[in-house]
């Protein structure tokens, strides 16, 4: 039976004193080198060109005031997919995912606009990514994904003017067709407007109406609903932009062939201007027009061969400043970044690598409506703006202190694992990051730099564990991979673990430079590593999790490792983290090969333990219904006390069998600590005090008990959706970091911080088994 839990914290009030990186007071930062995962979607705002906001492809928000010097990172509950200025009120801002939000404070605070939180709605977090979704008694609300935004008579509401304001949106749901609601009165009440066969790419209010493009067409739809096809192309549209001149629509659109295509008179009529630039191959993506100047307008280009004798194919930006009838490239990249362009880290990094990985071709573009010589590009891995028309360009997710040390400006989209110390040196910290691999900073955090000299090309994806010998300073080891995200579904879903490149490094500098130490260990996702601090100095035993693999053993200090799976079912467990006991056991956690609602026993993850050092395993029953372990901690005073974390299985409405769990009796018995969460990645226990427990999951919240789990409270000021866990900070007891899926690592206070001012100003339900 579904019941109702609490209330979901749907946004924060903050100031934006300490703009850059605070997250939601300037008590909580996010830490790194800034960069490193796809944004998407820059807009800026038509009032002022310093302000833009853009999304990424996880599931923060972000907003810069300051031209991208500085950004702060902002949550919506789940991912975001568009957002749109008023372009009367310099102040309002709206956001679409599941439901229509608005801030009227220039995304400092967010507020849930439709559907009505006091509409009987209700959100869900539901699969292995914790989606998002909604549902409400609102007959206007279709469910779905909001695709376009587009505002018509903006600013009226706070104006006072008769005309009210108009709000169009446009939602989408895979195999259905997309429905168009619209609002006469600024967002109180709706109306649902239209339907479109597929989904809508790009709204653009037009007097009394408002046009549409869909599918490969353009559609004229009424204020009465009626919808009027107007006009195709050749293909399907891939990206559109559009400005106004006189009482016309200019819209400027790739199709999914290639090309580039513009119409200057609402949709009617369509013409091809694809950029002729003597190239002999490639195809445009990315485009984007100035609202109010579109005449000029911006192309991303991929895989151009240019025809000059040059083999190299490059990415790029082509630009128009006569309609299309012309083009001149301002910005291009094939082996080495642009020789116009001020970059960071992510072209230092790539420089010894496949430089096709980095150099990518522009995802989205952005032009201010009021100077269309500012434009903002996102790719792959970087976030990069002109403010001279492209003469010159500066990347903007992260800033540089000296020849290899960076710090982020806000803009963090990476995956992390990790937060480990030098036991040597607490201020010689290591991030194990997915994507751009190891980084380090040798000044508590401040800045930092990538550390894998030595890993082979193919590991280098991803940092998974780091181990450090507790003797001999500079000594330690690493689990590496090329394969990113474990143990997400995604990631095995069609292909086999086995074909995975990854191992164990060795680096005797510590992290400077790392040697390759995998005799016996075949190459495969290494996704923990365990060394035994009582072994011998100079032979240390230790204990890595190959994914697929199941558990390795070395005695000679990572020189050469010995498959150790006597008692693990299955013929490709995947071992995921190793932990070990004061009393000399071992336990494995090994993830679930199932997904979706497919319940069935074999698929199910489990729990081994060890007692003769991993020559034998023995399972641990798990806590009934519970198939998704995803880690395993033991108290430090008890050794029987065991607390489980387990990612639930997923139902219609609301995931089950997630949690927290706890033994007493070394896990003959379970009980049930907490299920408010039914995505929790791990838990953490402070050794100085067992009994405070923190955890972190995929539900937008991490928490804090300080009574061995049997209360929890929320760690306020932490609101990312997708965290992984907390790590104690050593050179600050009343401090945190928390790792996360996709906004790098957030540092605050421990029992987290009431200056946060997070207010529920529109409470929805949380739906929960």
């Known amino acids: 039976m579904r019941r109702i839990l609490g209330f979901a914290i749907l946004f924060s009030l903050v100031t934006f004193a300490g703009f850059a990186q605070a997250p939601a007071a300037s008590t909580w930062k996010i830490i790194g080198p800034g960069g490193g995962g796809t944004t998407i979607a820059p807009v800026i705002s038509p009032h002022d060109s310093q302000l833009v906001v853009e999304h990424c492809d996880m599931t923060g928000g972000y907003v810069t005031r300051d031209s991208g010097q500085s950004w702060r990172m902002f949550n919506l509950r789940g991912g975001i997919g568009v957002f749109a200025f008023d372009p009367a009120d310099p102040h309002v801002i709206y956001a679409g995912n599941a439901a229509l939000w608005r801030s009227d404070d220039s995304g400092a605070s967010w507020k849930m606009i439709f559907p009505s939180p006091a509409r009987g709605t209700v959100e869900h977090q539901t699969g292995d990514h914790s989606d998002y979704s909604l549902t409400s008694s609102d007959p206007a609300y279709p469910g779905g994904w909001i695709s376009a935004i587009a505002i018509a008579n903006g600013g009226a509401r706070q104006k006072g003017n008769a005309s009210p304001e108009r709000l169009y949106v446009a939602f989408g749901q895979r195999g259905q067709p997309a429905v168009i609601i619209d609002s006469v009165d600024g967002g109180v009440t709706w109306n649902r407007l239209a339907q479109l066969p597929k989904p809508v790419l790009l709204l653009a209010a037009e007097g009394s109406e408002v046009i549409a493009l869909s599918g490969a067409s353009a559609y004229r739809i009424a204020a009465d609903g009626s919808v009027k096809e107007l006009a195709s192309v050749a293909s399907e549209f891939k990206a559109a932009s559009a400005g106004r001149s006189g009482d016309s629509t200019w819209i400027y659109a790739t199709g999914q062939n290639g090309l580039v295509y513009l119409t200057k008179d609402s949709g009617l009529h369509w013409g091809?201007?694809?950029?002729?630039?003597?190239?002999?191959?490639?195809?445009?993506?990315?485009?984007?027009?100035?609202?109010?100047?579109?005449?000029?307008?911006?192309?991303?280009?991929?895989?151009?061969?240019?025809?000059?004798?040059?083999?190299?194919?490059?990415?790029?930006?082509?630009?128009?400043?006569?309609?299309?009838?012309?083009?001149?490239?301002?910005?291009?990249?094939?082996?080495?970044?642009?020789?116009?362009?001020?970059?960071?880290?992510?072209?230092?990094?790539?420089?010894?690598?496949?430089?096709?990985?980095?150099?990518?071709?522009?995802?989205?573009?952005?032009?201010?409506?009021?100077?269309?010589?500012?434009?903002?590009?996102?790719?792959?891995?970087?976030?990069?703006?002109?403010?001279?028309?492209?003469?010159?360009?500066?990347?903007?997710?992260?800033?540089?202190?000296?020849?290899?040390?960076?710090?982020?400006?806000?803009?963090?989209?990476?995956?992390?694992?990790?937060?480990?110390?030098?036991?040597?040196?607490?201020?010689?910290?290591?991030?194990?990051?997915?994507?751009?691999?190891?980084?380090?900073?040798?000044?508590?955090?401040?800045?930092?730099?990538?550390?894998?000299?030595?890993?082979?090309?193919?590991?280098?994806?991803?940092?998974?564990?780091?181990?450090?010998?507790?003797?001999?300073?500079?000594?330690?080891?690493?689990?590496?991979?090329?394969?990113?995200?474990?143990?997400?579904?995604?990631?095995?879903?069609?292909?086999?673990?086995?074909?995975?490149?990854?191992?164990?490094?060795?680096?005797?500098?510590?992290?400077?430079?790392?040697?390759?130490?995998?005799?016996?260990?075949?190459?495969?996702?290494?996704t923990h590593i365990l060394l035994d601090p009582s072994s011998p100095v100079g032979s240390r035993t230790l204990y890595a999790c190959a994914f697929g693999r199941g558990v390795y053993k070395s005695v000679d200090g990572g020189k050469t490792w010995t498959q150790k799976n006597n008692g693990i079912a299955g013929e490709e467990p995947f071992a995921w983290r190793i932990t070990a006991s004061q009393d000399g056991s071992l336990y494995v956690v090994v993830a679930r090969r199932s997904e979706g609602k497919d319940y069935s026993p074999a698929g199910s993850g489990a729990v081994y333990r060890s007692t003769d050092n991993a020559e034998h395993w023995q399972p641990i029953v798990l806590p009934a219904g519970v198939t998704g372990p995803t880690g395993l901690e033991i108290d430090p005073r008890d050794a029987q006390r065991l607390y489980l974390t387990a990612w639930g299985q997923e139902a219609e409405s609301a995931d089950r069998n997630g949690g927290v769990y706890v033994s007493s009796d070394g896990g003959a018995t379970w009980k049930t600590l907490f299920t408010a969460s039914q995505h929790v990645y791990d838990l953490t226990i402070d050794p100085h005090h067992p009994d405070t427990l923190y955890i972190a999951g995929f539900d937008a919240a991490a928490y804090r008990s300080t009574d061995r789990g049997a209360h929890w409270t929320r760690i306020q000021g932490f609101d990312f959706k997708w965290g992984h866990r907390v790590i104690l900070d050593p050179n600050d007891p009343s401090r945190i970091y928390v790792t996360t899926f996709g906004g790098s690592v957030w540092h605050g206070p421990a029992a987290g911080d009431p200056r946060a001012h997070e207010t529920i100003l529109t409470p929805v339900p949380v739906a929960h088994e």
């Not at 780091?466 to 690493?478: I, K, N, S, T, V």
Request: net charge negative.
């Open 272 to 526: 091809p201007v694809t950029p002729v630039l003597q190239q002999t191959s490639g195809s445009f993506g990315a485009i984007a027009t100035s609202t109010v100047h579109p005449e000029t307008a911006y192309a991303g280009f991929r895989g151009l061969r240019l025809g000059d004798g040059n083999e190299n194919l490059f990415n790029g930006i082509a630009k128009t400043e006569d309609g299309g009838r012309t083009w001149k490239i301002v910005f291009k990249e094939s082996t080495h970044g642009a020789d116009n362009l001020k970059g960071t880290w992510i072209e230092q990094r790539a420089a010894p690598a496949n430089p096709n990985i980095w150099f990518d071709a522009p995802y989205s573009l952005a032009v201010a409506p009021a100077d269309p010589r500012i434009v903002y590009v996102t790719d792959l891995f970087r976030s990069y703006r002109t403010l001279d028309g492209g003469a010159s360009w500066l990347e903007v997710n992260s800033r540089q202190s000296g020849d290899a040390d960076w710090t982020s400006r806000g803009l963090d989209v990476t995956t992390d694992y990790g937060v480990q110390f030098d036991p040597f040196d607490s201020k010689h910290i290591f991030i194990d990051y997915t994507d751009i691999g190891l980084f380090s900073s040798n000044d508590g955090g401040i800045t930092w730099q990538s550390s894998t000299a030595g890993i082979p090309p193919q590991w280098r994806n991803t940092t998974y564990w780091l181990a450090f010998d507790p003797a001999q300073r500079g000594l330690m080891w690493g689990a590496f991979s090329g394969t990113h995200d474990l143990p997400r579904p995604k990631m095995w879903r069609t292909r086999s673990p086995l074909t995975f490149t990854g191992g164990v490094a060795i680096s005797t500098d510590g992290g400077r430079s790392w040697q390759p130490s995998n005799a016996g260990l075949p190459q495969d996702s290494v």
